[in-house]
């Protein structure tokens, strides 16, 4: 499995720029990262620069071309084939990967139907294997953080990285699999 993590200039993939994109294969390990200077004429706003961190003169400094970025990230995806992917949330990730894919005629496409962190977070706190923090509005948080409070793992600073962010999705999948084996074992006794 794939697991796959993107920060961004903002929340819309057809106006905002892709600034960073991270993965790990789980099974072996490998890992993907790169800063990514942002597209010409796509935003960055600054709320989400202060969630990650990143700065724009840091990213035309020290970012690769957007282009270069997704060909080498797209042939590192074609080493694994194509398989089953995990993100925290990963149809806001495929928006920013497959705009920019096409923006630069690069044929590599995420597989559908890809693990959601988030629904699964949902579905064990139903089933009472975790318990979420609550919102305003009453209901469960699902943001990365939320989910990471409630298997008890954390962020290393308060900053997003997306190659850190896809390492904490892998852990939190994990332990909330583990809980949902641990469940189907004790009700097959």
């Not at 959601?116 to 923090?133: E, H, K, V």
Request: aromatic fraction near 6%.
């Amino acid at each position: 499995m794939l697991v796959i993590d993107t920060e961004t200039g903002g929340l819309d993939w057809r106006r905002c720029a892709l600034v960073s994109v991270g993965a790990i294969h789980a099974e072996s390990g490998a890992e993907f990262s790169m800063l990514i200077r942002p597209h010409e004429g796509l935003d960055l706003d600054a709320g989400a620069m202060e969630v990650t961190g990143l700065e724009r003169a840091h990213l035309e400094e020290h970012g690769t071309d957007e282009g270069d970025a997704l060909r080498m990230f797209a042939m590192w995806l074609h080493v694994f084939g194509l398989q089953e992917w995990c993100g925290c949330n990963p149809e806001f990730d495929r928006g920013f990967l497959d705009a920019g894919f096409a923006r630069h005629g690069i044929e590599k496409r995420l597989p559908r139907r890809p693990v959601c962190l988030q629904t699964l977070a949902w579905l064990a706190a139903d089933r009472g294997l975790i318990s979420l923090p609550v919102g305003s509005n009453g209901m469960p948080k699902r943001s990365l953080d939320a989910i990471l409070e409630a298997v008890g793992l954390a962020r290393s600073s308060a900053r997003h990285d997306a190659l850190e962010d896809a390492r904490l999705t892998l852990g939190a999948y994990r332990k909330i699999k583990a809980r949902f084996d641990a469940r189907i074992q004790i009700s097959g006794q």
